[in-house]
């Protein structure tokens, strides 16, 4: 392998049958509940660059995967102005529940990962929509924001290696990882690991043909960085 490790957090919309949110199924294809497009793109680049890949395997609606265990909006109870009402049912017994059953077995199994093979360079990527349904007149114009909070060293030639290429790059945009950043903080960070922190804009990665394009563009960036670190 190449001593690279993706992780996507947001990559599944799978609801366990034993839980109900209560919701327009709808909404389980929109961004609210999956990171659009980030299962098959991170999949093709870890095809692409032989790296190993960690999805998370259950929508972000059941539990938000990058939330510290004790973040208020671990188990959202609205998103973009839809509300959960299932998760507004949930008593401190069922929040335990679920947390014990789905958030720490993820990050469990994420850090034996990491201390069986340290990985030289962390890839976390997720996607974000177009504009929120919430607040549809602020357009965001970005094709890819690089997060991170404290350590910046992939994050610099990231940004860098990207507005080469010619893609139109948010630092610490659409979103800051100084704010959301947990999965990052707690695997990367925690462990003194470089990590990329991608954010790809939802349109450009809806179907197969955006997929590979977006793949095309993305892993050379990814190999310039873990050169670079």
């Known amino acids: ?3 690279l490790l993706l992780i996507a957090d947001h990559a599944s919309n799978h609801v366990p049958a034993d839980i109900d949110l209560d919701i327009d199924p709808v909404l389980l294809d929109q961004h609210m509940a999956i990171d659009i497009g980030v299962a098959p793109l991170g999949r093709l680049l870890c095809d692409r660059l032989d790296m190993d890949g960690i999805f998370g395997p259950v929508s972000r609606l059941v539990i938000d995967l990058n939330r510290e265990e004790d973040a208020p909006g671990l188990i959202p109870q609205e998103s973009d102005g ?23 077995p993820y990050h469990d ?5 990491i201390a069986a093979d340290r990985p030289r360079l962390i890839i ?3 996607s974000f929509t177009p504009r929120l349904s919430a607040r549809p007149e ?15 060293r992939a994050a610099r030639p990231g940004i860098a290696a990207l507005r ?10 659409p979103y800051s990882g100084k704010v959301l950043n947990a999965t990052m903080n707690r695997h990367a960070e925690g462990n003194a690991i470089p990590y990329l922190g991608l954010e790809v804009r939802q349109d450009l990665i809806g179907d197969e043909a955006g997929v ?9 960036v990814i190999r310039t960085v873990a050169e670079a670190v």
Do not use: C
């Open 1 to 3: 392998m190449s001593g």
């Open 82 to 104: 839809f509300a959960i009402s299932g998760n507004k049912l949930l008593d401190a017994e069922g929040r335990r529940a679920r947390i014990a059953h789905h958030w720490r």
């Open 109 to 113: 199994g994420i850090a034996a990962r």
């Open 124 to 126: 976390s990527l997720h």
């Open 138 to 152: 602020e357009a965001r114009p970005w094709q890819v924001g690089v997060l991170y909070n404290q350590d910046d």
């Open 164 to 173: 080469a290429a010619g893609i139109v790059t948010g630092d610490n945009e």
């Open 212 to 220: 590979t394009a977006w793949a095309d563009r993305l892993a050379p």
